[in-house]
């Protein structure tokens, strides 16, 4: 049975932690959290558990559908420290939740492609 999305936001956050994924900063009542969609829905990406993570409205709305390794080097020009783990973490459950459930031919290419660039970062990145 399908999460809706609060309680898919509830295992995201026992998941991952209450930290935005991009900046780092902890959510409280000033710092809300949103969902974010790893592989962006207009790329693909399905709303599914394994595709989204928490982060602050202003990193959201800022990425906006930029893919996820330009993002992620924005925000470390930005002198962000982003969670680099958490999103190998998740794009992996992604992976392989598109396996066993099929479908997301969209999401496959961009998946992939973000997994790889992700993986060949240079080792001060990680």
């Given at each position: 049975?399908?999460?809706?999305?609060?309680?898919?936001?509830?295992?995201?956050r026992e998941r991952d932690g209450d930290t935005c994924?991009?900046?780092?900063?902890?959510?409280?009542?000033?710092?809300?959290?949103?969902?974010?969609?790893?592989?962006?829905?207009?790329?693909?990406?399905?709303?599914?558990?394994?595709?989204?993570?928490?982060?602050?409205?202003?990193?959201?709305?800022?990425?906006?559908?930029?893919?996820?390794?330009?993002?992620?080097?924005?925000?470390?020009?930005?002198?962000?420290?982003?969670?680099?783990?958490?999103?190998?973490?998740?794009?992996?459950?992604?992976?392989?939740?598109?396996?066993?459930?099929?479908?997301?031919?969209?999401?496959?290419?961009?998946?992939?492609?973000?997994?790889?660039?992700?993986?060949?970062?240079?080792?001060?990145?990680?």
């Amino acid at each position: 049975m399908a999460q809706g999305r609060a309680a898919r936001m509830v295992a995201a956050r026992e998941r991952d932690g209450d930290t935005c994924v991009w900046c780092g900063t902890a959510f409280d009542e000033r710092t809300r959290a949103t969902r974010e969609h790893v592989i962006p829905r207009v790329k693909g990406g399905p709303s599914w558990l394994e595709n989204e993570v928490a982060a602050c409205r202003r990193c959201n709305g800022e990425r906006g559908h930029r893919a996820l390794v330009e993002w992620l080097d924005e925000c470390e020009r930005r002198g962000w420290q982003p969670d680099v783990p958490r999103l190998e973490r998740v794009l992996v459950a992604l992976q392989r939740a598109i396996a066993e459930r099929g479908g997301q031919r969209r999401a496959r290419p961009q998946l992939d492609a973000q997994l790889r660039r992700l993986r060949k970062r240079t080792p001060q990145h990680v």
